[in-house]
């Protein structure tokens, strides 16, 4: 499988994937289920600089994609968001992640079923880990309120994200028929915006 080289540009925005992005951004890393309709979804919201498809929260070290999907790598795929926070804030992120997925359904997203399409926030500040926690919490009591289930979501520091091969990255920008399983409970979540 093709991996990223140190060149690899956005279909989308034109930014480097792999560069160092500008000072004063910041990134979060998010699990939503497969990772190509998160990207997508993502990389649309304003205020976000870069986008990239990868894997996080395992412990095999430089995974490739058929070792995720064997579920022996403890790894989730995930978007890496880049965003600048004077144009969109860590709440309106949380409140597009909590809104678009079921965060309720532990290792699976709808037909998608192994610990690879788990729901997690991966965080890289204080500030988001609280945002996260809290964000996470204010959802259950929605989700309550509306007779739903409870949020499975893993919530932590990122320790290390490691990028997907090269064809998954803007995936559904290439193949704009391609799959996406995104798809939310209905409940609003009552933080941000």
């Not at 699976?108 to 192994?114: E, L, S, Y």
Request: charged residues 20%.
């Amino acid at each position: 499988m093709t991996r990223l080289t140190e060149n690899y540009v956005h279909t989308i925005s034109g930014h480097s994937l792999q560069a160092q992005y500008p000072e004063g951004y910041q990134e979060i890393v998010l699990g939503m289920g497969c990772f190509w309709g998160v990207e997508r979804l993502f990389w649309q919201q304003p205020g976000v600089y870069v986008t990239a498809a990868g894997y996080a929260g395992g412990q095999t070290p430089d995974p490739d994609y058929d070792a995720v999907c064997s579920g022996r790598t403890g790894h989730a795929e995930v978007v890496r968001v880049v965003y600048d926070p004077s144009k969109t804030d860590i709440d309106a992120l949380l409140q597009i992640f909590w809104e678009q997925h079921d965060p309720t359904q532990g290792n699976r997203q709808g037909n998608d079923i192994g610990s690879q399409y788990r729901s997690a926030i991966y965080t890289t500040t204080d500030e988001q880990q609280q945002a996260a926690e809290q964000s996470a919490k204010a959802y259950q009591k929605a989700l309550e309120a509306a007779g739903k289930g409870t949020v499975t979501t893993e919530i932590k520091p990122l320790d290390t994200f490691y990028f997907a091969e090269a064809y998954h990255q803007q995936y559904l920008d290439k193949n704009p028929n391609g799959y996406c399983g995104l798809k939310g409970t209905g409940v609003t979540c009552p933080i941000g915006g």
